[in-house]
């Protein structure tokens, strides 16, 4: 560990004295950061990574960050945090070697084309196509709420292969790209007034089989690393100001707050207090490539605290939350990205609803604890074990 | 017919109406509209329904019904999510003129209300925020035998539609109200961009407006309370409507919905989920019609029973559209369901007349805690 460190930390002031972040362009800088093995730490030499132990990529990012120097995931969450950890466990080299640094240095950003209109939390209930020919597949369906996906150039996306096999069995996993003809993506406006989410509308659409990852019909377990990504992300150590960092900074501009709002307001702070405790030690405790079920105790306090925080934040801003900036239907842009940070807590507080929604619902969330890490008996099934098309669907 | 029988049947007729007049789409066009509402449905309800005459006394051409009836009324309206200046008009602006005594005023205005002819609104907060004696600093100076206003009022319900804007601001004697047309120099209503958009907010800028002054100088807050809290009581009814309707709402969804070969509502964390619901909503309820009926009763400890309901129909609202929102799942936080509406609704009435937190402190301050 401590010989890992080293290499980590000297790797890192090597990269910072070769491009000082203040002289050096943003994609210049990735591409060295990427080069030198600090994209990922725990990938292999040679994509973005080490070699070495997880945890590790925290003394990265707090030195890069301390530095100024420009953060790769920032405009690309998906593809650093979901989309490169699934290619690092399943797929081919080649597929590392495409995606990977592209990915990284900001030419490429990535979707996820999982969720469909009658497939949500019962992921696997999904019904789009995808059927071979020759040396690609031809792909055919609709997806929704899919984040980004008209500014990102892949998707990720999961496929029925085989209707012949359980629900769980016949799906297989693959990256599309989004300019591919038959590709079609329609805004959908949010109740904050724009439209981060979209409907994706699959028209056969080819897709070449080196763009499949993992085999053919265990798309499951792929998209499950995905998912697994994705909780974590949700509770991942924040740079940037929480949520309860702004109720702080609103409550100290407030006069005469009164008991209650102070009673809240500190409760709130010990709560975020304690999730960052927790996210810390699950990132410390995490030594192999993939989070477990445990992941999803930090996507529910995640989206638990954050909605109570901008609601306290919404109370110590007083009569002025009855306003709102802009419920223009805006759709989502590059500038969208960079405008978040500074976004209204009225408008954060609206989109904060969403927390307990996207990536798997805190009730979903609970099942999972219950019943993969408490081991509890599940709720009983009807759809496990029979063939995807014999299944009724409401 | 008992009264129970007959608020029955008023509840019948009004949701009848507003089923057809204040359809989803009727809001969603309002919301965009300017004035915010529609003149055709405002003409309706007092002529054929007569529902802005109702609470107003006979001698002042109301139709003389009691509070509770008046409530059964705005939780219908909350229900249907009505665009409309009524709760400015009826909850605030009548009432106030109904608690501050001043006959002539009454006279002047009350039968223009009961009538439908006049809109009106009461303007108490300022920059601020806050729906106290404290909120207020405007002044008011003699002007030969009148009196002018200076100042900036916020948050003001329908002002920019109203014909009327009863306003309380200081003279030499303390807290008084004041009847300003808005027409008359100086005054300026900018409607200003709300998260709820089926109300419309206003800031109010008053500049040496000339204002009529409503019962006795220095002697208002008393009447200007009394008439908030009978107001805060209509919005508790309309939020209690509001909670049903979402909760309905949601019944529908989680039957149909679903996921894993059953409907979404088969699972017991969305059963749990909506029974709470439902037992809030029930509380709420009674906490609401109990504070009709101490305002209809005129009880000694009517303003108690009003921050009792304003606090608990309050949270009950949000926790309600926020629990619709979720088990809808993504489809609720889309743009296009209607969940959204109700959670700006309520989100925003907890705001209005006081956060369920300050009428918790009121009722601290009652029980002398
Ligand atoms: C802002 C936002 C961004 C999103 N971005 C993406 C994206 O980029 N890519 C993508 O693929 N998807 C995305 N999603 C979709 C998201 O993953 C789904 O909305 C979510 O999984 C829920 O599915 P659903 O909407 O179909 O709700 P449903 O599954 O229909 O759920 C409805 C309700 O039933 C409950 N429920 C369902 N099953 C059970 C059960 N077994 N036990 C208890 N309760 C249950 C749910 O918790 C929920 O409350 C996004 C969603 C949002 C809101």
Redo the contacts between chains.
Sequence with gaps: MTAELDLVVTTTEDLLRSHPPARTPRRDFLAAQFDAGLAWVHFPVGSGGLGVAPPLQREVTLRLADAGAPDGAEFNRLGYSMGAPTLAAWGTRAQQERYLRPLFVGDERWCQLFSEPGAGSDLAGLSTRAVRDGDAWVVNGQKVWSSLATISQVGMLIARTDPEQPKHRGLTYFLVDMDAPGVEVRPLRQLTGEAEFNEVYLTDVRVPDSARVGEVSDGWRVAMTTLMEERVLFNRERTERTPADLALELYRTRPDPGPELRTRMIDLWVRARVQRLNSRRAAANRTAGIPGPEGSIGKLVYAELNQDALELCLDLLGDESMLYDSYEMSAYTEESLTRRAEQDVRRLFLRSRAYSIEGGTSEIMRNILAERVLGLPPEPRTDKNVPFSRIPRG | MSTNDARDELRRVVRQFLERRSTESDVRRLMEDEAGYDPAVWTTMADQLGLQAMAIPEELGGAGFGYQELCVVFEEMGRALLPSPFFATVGLAATALLECGDQEAMKRHLPAIASGELVATLAV?EE???WDESAVDMRAQPSGSGWTLSGVK??VPDAHVSGLLLVVARTAEGLSLFAVDPHSAGCRVEV??????TRK?SRVRLDATPAVLVGRAGQAWDGVRRALRFAAVALACEQVGGARRVLDMTLDHVT?????????GS????KHKLADMLVDIESARSAAYDAARAVAERDADVELAASVAKAVCSDTYTRAA?TA??LH??I??????AA?LY??RA??SE??LG?P?HH??LVGRALGI
């Design positions: 907060g601020r925020g806050g916020r948050f200003e961009l709300t998260l709820d958009l907010l149909v919905r679903h996921q894993f070969g059953r409907p979404v699972f017991q964390a969305v926020a929102i979720q799942g993504g609720g936080f889309t743009w296009e369901h959204q959670y700006k989100k925003s705001f209005l956060t937190g918790r402190d």
